[in-house]
């Protein structure tokens, strides 16, 4: 049977502590879907497309990874796509509380899901889609951070 995972999130943008935790879930599931979420209530700074468009660039080397954009459910997205674990990367302890409480309430709402959490490697520990924003927003350096591709769309972003 095809052991299929889903990396959710927004990835806005997608960074390289997201494709460390994409490419590792590629050594222990067949199919890695990304499912990037279409959620109005969260500002973001790229559209929908263009984060689509920025993980399909970064993950092009990694075989057995698909993206795709998903709107409503997390849960439903997955069933939807035939995945029987979600995986999350857990940071420092904040994110804790936080994932602890979304696994239990999509536990709750599909009970064949498993979310699995993966230990962020200790060279993206504190790397966050938000401190990248705020670093290319004043114009700093980027690199080791974002693929290239991921870093030419900020510049090209902050410098309208
Ligand atoms: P969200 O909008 O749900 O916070 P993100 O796009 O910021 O989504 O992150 C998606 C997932 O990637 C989350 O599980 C988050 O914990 C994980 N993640 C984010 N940054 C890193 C990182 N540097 N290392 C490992 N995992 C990360």
């Given amino acids: 049977m095809t052991q299929i995972a889903i990396c959710p999130g927004s990835f806005d943008p997608i960074t390289l502590g997201h494709l ?13 879907v990304v499912g ?6 969260k500002a973001a700074l790229f559209s929908l ?5 920025m993980a399909k660039e970064a993950v092009a080397g990694l075989g057995n990874v698909t993206i795709e954009s998903f709107e409503g459910l997390l849960t439903v997205f997955a069933r939807a796509n035939g995945a029987r674990a979600i995986v999350k990367g ?3 302890i904040s994110d804790f509380e936080h994932e602890f409480q979304m696994a239990h309430l999509n536990k709750k709402l599909d009970n064949t899901l498993e979310t699995v959490f ?6 993206y ?5 938000s401190a990248v924003k705020e670093i290319a927003g004043f114009g700093g350096d980027i690199s080791g951070l974002v ?8 510049r090209r972003k902050f410098a309208r």
Avoid at 118 to 123: I, L, N, T, W, Y
Wanted: charged share 30%; glycine share 0%.
């Fill in 20 to 32: 460390d935790i994409i490419e590792r879930s590629t050594y222990i599931y067949d199919k890695v």
């Fill in 36 to 41: 990037i979420a279409d959620n109005p209530s």
């Fill in 49 to 53: 497309d263009e984060r689509v468009e």
């Fill in 90 to 92: 857990l940071r420092a």
């Fill in 118 to 123: 993966m230990m962020a490697s200790p060279e």
């Fill in 125 to 129: 520990m504190f790397l966050s889609s």
């Fill in 147 to 154: 693929a290239e591709t991921t870093q030419a769309r900020l």
